[in-house]
Structures are given as C-alpha cells and as structure tokens.
C-alpha cells in the first residue's frame, strides 16, 4: 500500500508539472501577493518648464537631458531641455513635408542608460544617437529604413543586431475566434528592399484588430531574449532570439477579455472590438536595466468612456529570469517611466483624466 501511495504521489507531480511546461516553455500565474516587496510611491516633485504646450510624453536620458515628445499642434515634434538648468536646448523633427521634415514622429526611449534612442513615421524608422544630435545641434541618424506596414503602428520595434529586427504585426490577436493566423512577432530585415508602401496582408486577412490588440516589445540586454508585454491582456510572453516561447507571466488579474465582431458598411473587413464596450488597459511603457526591467501596469477593466478620471498606475520591478521583486503603488496615472542609472529616482509622463495635460513628475524611490 505504502508503494502504491508513493507510485500515486508522483504520477501527480508528473501530471502538475506538465499542466506548467511543455516544450521547456513555462506557465506562471501570479498575483500582487507574489512579489518580494511592495512600495508606496507618493507626492512626488513636479518638474516645471517654461513655455511647454503641446507635450504629449516625456522621455530622461542619461539622467540630466529630457526628451519632449510634441503632438501635432507643435511645429516641432521633439524638444530636448537640461534637467539640471529647466532650460531648452533644442527644437528638432520640423512639422513639414520638405527634406528632412516630418509629417508625423513618435520617440522611442529603450532605456534612460543608453544614449540611443529612434524615432519613427508613418513609414521609416531613424536611429537617433544623442550625444552626438547635442554635439551636431541636429538629429544625428545613424540609420534609417522604411518599415514593413505589417508592423503595428503603435508599437515598439527591437533591435538584435545591425541588420534586422523584431517587429509586432498588427494583424494578430491572442483569440482563437477572430485569428488572422499570423505569428505575433517576426524577424524583419533592414537591408532587405521589400517594405513597400502597401499592406498586401490586408488581402487575405480577416478581422481589422488594432485597436485591442496593441502590445510592447521588449529586448533584453543581455542575451537579447524577446519580451511583449500585452497592453490590453495582463500577460507578458517571453521568447528566445528564435522566437521561440520560453516563459508566460500571466498576471496578476488574470483579465478575461471577450471581443465582438462590429461590422461597417464602409469597410470591406469587421473590425474586432471588446465585448459590452469594456475597456481593458494591462501592460504599458517600461526602462530597461541590465538585471530587470520596470514596467507599467494599468490594471485597467471598466466601462469604455471618453472622459473619465484615469486611476492610479502600478510599477512593476521584474527580474530578467522573470522574478517579482517590487511592486511600486502609485498615487496617479502613469504614462512613461525613466529610472536614474543609480536607481534612486523615477520620472515619470503623468495624466490624471482623459481631458486633462500631461506633466512631469520625480518620484525617490
């Protein structure tokens, strides 16, 4: 008997254990409970500049030179002032359809460690090193490449090396019932000519699912594993330089997101939206380190409205092996984060309702 219960017992780890790996991938749900440790963040300082009005996003570098991101109303889409003097340094990215002008921009700042940053178009990608765009007093471009339309266009790109890089498709969607078969993430070449300016997926996919489908990509900078975080299901996958999955955080609300088929007479594809009108935000912009990323969490499930007051974001401090070392409680709605070299300060894009302005604030962590 005493043999039989034994034989029973791991027949059960067997069974447990593969319900979590299969494939060397693993599974792991987790909740708030599971982190090391939990911060309070309040009261913050508030960074004033002078004669700012149409930011739409703030980006620290190097821990002294801060990246404005301006809408359209701007005749310039990037601003860079000193953190150290609240002074202006330049306007960049001119609002024009003329040589070296631009007719849209958007920054991406990986990490406030590096000196690299890019920016991106309607159709190209640009490079951008800051220190020598300071020395040059002009966007320095050390690359530029038209990208594949497949690419979401609210989405980050990654860059394993000088001659490709990783890109989310705007065509896929974690449901099986409105599948336009494609894979998430895919490798693209930046030398190869093929990114024309049409979308011929448009003509053999389905369902139009950008607007609930958007995520974050995520390069480790280390081995160059691939992280996306998900910015409406509170999941994050993790995948090897051959996009293959090794590990899924899915947490820590275990949203149960449906959608629903809304179909127009002015479009030949439906379009996929969330069921009953429901909103769900998860995961958000994040700062890399070299042992752990941090990241915005929204935590977002309600009822869509165009204006509402915005709630408190939290911060999570994951370890690049996927452990949970801090989550960081806010006391307000957090757009972008930039976490000082030393790690003990946090800027922060912050709006506190939908029809209210962006502002900066410091955090002491």
Same mark, same amino acid.
């Given at each position: ?36 440790? +939990? ?13 700012? /009005?149409?930011? /739409? ?33 330049? /306007? ?247 976490? +000082? ?20 604030? /410091?955090?002491?962590?």
């Amino acid at each position: 008997m005493k043999k039989l219960s034994s034989f029973l017992f791991v027949c059960l780890i067997i069974v447990l254990s593969s319900c979590t790996q299969n494939n060397g991938e693993k599974y792991i749900h987790f909740t708030r409970a599971d982190f090391k440790t +939990t911060v309070n963040l309040s009261t913050p300082e508030t960074i004033i500049l002078s004669d700012i /009005k149409y930011a /739409k996003a703030y980006h620290v570098m190097k821990d002294s030179i801060l990246l404005i991101s301006n809408s359209g109303k701007s005749p310039y889409f990037i601003e860079i002032f000193s953190l150290n003097t609240r002074e202006r340094i330049l /306007k960049l990215a001119l609002k024009g359809n003329g040589p070296g002008e631009f007719l849209s921009c958007d920054i991406y700042v990986p990490s406030n460690d590096q000196t690299f940053f890019y920016i991106r178009d309607q159709r190209k990608i640009y490079t951008i090193d800051l220190d020598s765009t300071l020395e040059h007093k002009k966007l320095y471009v050390t690359n530029s490449f038209r990208y594949n339309p497949e690419i979401h266009p609210y989405s980050e790109v990654c860059f394993p090396d000088s001659i490709s890089y990783f890109g989310y498709n705007k065509w896929y969607i974690n449901d099986s019932t409105f599948s336009n078969h494609v894979p998430a993430v895919k490798r693209y070449s930046i030398l190869k000519s093929d990114n024309t300016n049409s979308d011929e997926s448009e003509d053999y996919n389905k369902f139009l699912v950008w607007a609930v489908n958007n995520a974050h990509l995520i390069m480790n900078p280390k081995n160059k594993q691939l992280w996306l975080a998900s910015a409406h299901q509170d999941i994050i996958q993790i995948f090897n330089d051959s996009l293959e999955l090794l590990k899924t955080l899915h947490g820590p609300d275990n949203f149960n997101v449906k959608y629903e088929l809304i179909k127009s007479n002015n479009s030949p594809i439906s379009y996929v939206n969330f069921m009953q009108d429901n909103e769900f935000r998860s995961y958000g912009g994040c700062d890399q380190k070299d042992d752990y990323l941090y990241i915005i969490y929204k935590g977002v499930n309600r009822k869509f409205s165009t204006k509402q007051e915005l709630q408190s974001s939290e911060i999570f401090k994951i370890g690049w092996n996927g452990e949970l070392l801090c989550n960081y409680k806010m006391d307000r709605n957090i757009n972008t984060i930039s976490i +000082t070299s030393d790690n003990r300060y946090m800027y922060c894009t912050c709006r506190d309702s939908t029809d209210s302005d962006i502002y900066l604030v /410091k955090y002491k962590l």
